[in-house]
């Protein structure tokens, strides 16, 4: 059978050096102490598709051939020349190969093997910059065109498909898509599989594995997302999810020589992730979106040798034992002598009869390209009023025909940042509605209309629109903790000078000095970004306490 995956023109990327760069020969002779010199012949196989234990390969003479396996057919990727390198960021996170690497005429290569490349990018300044750039560039040029081990199949009408992409998507791994309703292969691969459309969404892996309509932490377990983590390790810090707050307490801790693991139950990024563009973070005047800056910080956290488990939740904080014990469900169980919570918050369902009907089937949480493409040219709502949606808002408006802003305030002054403001005032497509809220929706398996109604004048209108973005209120995701830590009226997790002598009295606090800044009522565990009580829901600030919170882990450890 005629392969699924999206195909790629032979040699598409040769001669491209921003993909693969050439090193000089003082970087060579420097790259050669971290591997070992191999012989090869032609038709020799470097690396399987699926291989788990990976190598870089730098070719010393010869050639060698980057392949993508296609069912019945290969696709050569690249050719490598003398002084260029194979591997991307995959390989620094120790995920299963995705392309098969193979000698073409006498050859000689280095061996480098993971844990000698992540020596390399950590000490060699000059060498980390040249593997990180073309790792990076690599990975986003295997997403653009779609040079993955993965085929989506099934409707964009169904919700678990909406899922799917979007946790592959923000996960950064290359797949493609049929569309049962406009692709006319589609048929060809349900029927190669041995699967009805009732069956679908199904996922492929490596045109081998089909998982009907699978969860996020199956799709993990097959494309090999965890699996260089070793579950029975004592880390000297767990960090809970994988915002920017995780993301910075990650860097921070591995780049300061602590064994660290991020447990994320999504994808990195956390909200921020989903944002299309930030643009008040410093050091981005152009601004940047959330999945980039997830992306970049999660390269960041790996090249410092931290690992991060994904598609895995805490289910339960174990607090009457050192090192604590985070329950991620019945049978397994992470170790740490120290605990850093970056749960973040979840924004709120609607009020409204029913409020999950149409989730991920016109009724989404976050507006990315992929949520842009499905509602092009047509009218679309926005619920919030906090920098979140205004960035929706404006974000949308460039490929919607009309975005309806609903904010239930009597302006966004007291909740967006003044430039976000400007901008909704000024764009034509985006109609700004205030004290207005939803109130009854309707639609056969896909939202179909809206109704909301004016709590001024008690105006009700009913629209024919078929996607609303949620961006309102925050939920604390702290239900975990089962009453180890003090959290606040609102369910937030309550730090530092907050926490008072009742609260610390009712936890048994145990020592003579008082909870550093950013520690819970529990000694050695911390909270930080939009899980903590106070916190100022903005990147910088997230980021800024991830960093601090590792200041205050090496007084614990040291304790």
Not at 115 to 127: A, F, M, N, R, Y
Request: with cysteine.
């Amino acid at each position: 059978m005629t392969s699924l995956i999206a195909s790629s023109p032979q040699g598409k990327w040769e001669g491209d050096l921003r993909l693969f760069p050439l090193l000089t020969p003082s970087q060579l002779a420097r790259v050669s102490r971290y591997g070992s010199l191999r012989s090869c012949d032609p038709g020799d196989v470097l690396l399987d598709p699926g291989a788990k234990v990976l190598s870089i390969f730098v070719v010393i003479s010869g050639r060698v051939e980057i392949l993508r396996p296609a069912s019945e057919t290969e696709q050569i990727i690249a050719r490598l020349a003398p002084g260029q390198f194979t591997g991307e960021v995959g390989t620094l996170a120790g995920q299963p190969a995705m392309v098969s690497i193979r000698v073409s005429v006498p050859s000689e290569v280095i061996d480098i093997g993971r844990d000698q490349l992540l020596k390399i990018v950590q000490t060699d300044s000059e060498l980390s910059d040249v593997f990180m750039r073309a790792f990076l560039q690599r990975r986003l040029e295997l997403v653009a065109n779609r040079l993955g081990d993965a085929i989506l199949v099934g409707s964009h009408h169904n919700p678990d498909m909406h899922r799917i992409r979007e946790f592959l998507t923000r996960n950064d791994h290359p797949y493609s898509v049929l569309d049962v309703d406009r692709d006319r292969d589609a048929q060809t691969a349900l029927d190669h599989f041995g699967v009805s459309v009732d069956a679908t969404p199904i996922l492929v892996c490596r045109d081998q594995q089909v998982l009907r309509n699978p969860t996020n932490r199956e799709i993990a377990e097959c494309l090999g997302f965890n699996a260089s983590v070793q579950m029975q390790d004592v880390r000297d810090l767990a960090i809970v999810g994988a915002g920017p707050a995780g993301l910075a307490a990650g860097v921070y801790g591995a780049s300061e020589g602590l064994s660290v693991l991020l447990i994320e139950s999504s994808a990195p990024g956390g909200q921020a992730g989903s944002s299309s563009k930030i643009e008040n973070y410093l050091g981005f005047p152009a601004g940047i979106s959330g999945h980039d800056l997830a992306s970049r910080a999660q390269a960041q956290v790996r090249k410092f040798g931290a690992q991060i488990i994904v598609a895995r939740s805490a289910f339960h904080l174990d607090c009457q034992r050192k090192p604590f014990g985070i329950a991620l469900d019945t049978s397994s169980e992470i170790r740490s002598r120290a605990i850093i919570i970056a749960t973040g918050a979840e924004y709120r369902r609607l009020s409204i009869e029913n409020p999950g009907r149409f989730d991920g089937v016109g009724v989404y949480y976050s507006a990315t390209p992929m949520e842009a493409t499905m509602c092009m040219d047509e009218e679309v709502v926005v619920v919030g009023g906090g920098n979140a949606a205004g960035q929706a808002a404006v974000f949308l408006a460039q490929t919607a025909r009309r975005v309806h802003m609903l904010v239930r305030s009597e302006g966004l002054a007291d909740s967006m940042s003044r430039y976000l403001i400007r901008r909704i005032e000024q764009h034509d497509a985006i109609d700004l509605r205030v004290r207005t809220e939803i109130v009854a929706w309707e639609g056969d398996g896909h939202l179909e209309q809206v109704t909301w109604r004016n709590a001024s004048t008690g105006e009700v209108e009913t629209r024919a629109i078929r996607h609303i973005f949620v961006m309102a209120g925050a939920l604390p995701n702290t239900k975990w903790l089962d009453g180890c830590l003090a959290l606040d009226d609102k369910g937030f997790i309550k730090t530092g000078s907050d926490l008072t002598r009742e609260e610390l009295d009712a936890a048994r606090w145990p020592l003579a000095r008082s909870p550093y800044l950013l520690e819970t009522s529990l000694p050695g565990v911390f909270a930080v970004g939009d899980v903590r009580s106070g916190n100022l829901k903005r990147v910088a600030a997230a980021v800024g306490e991830g960093a601090m919170a590792v200041a205050f882990v090496h007084r614990v450890l040291r304790e």
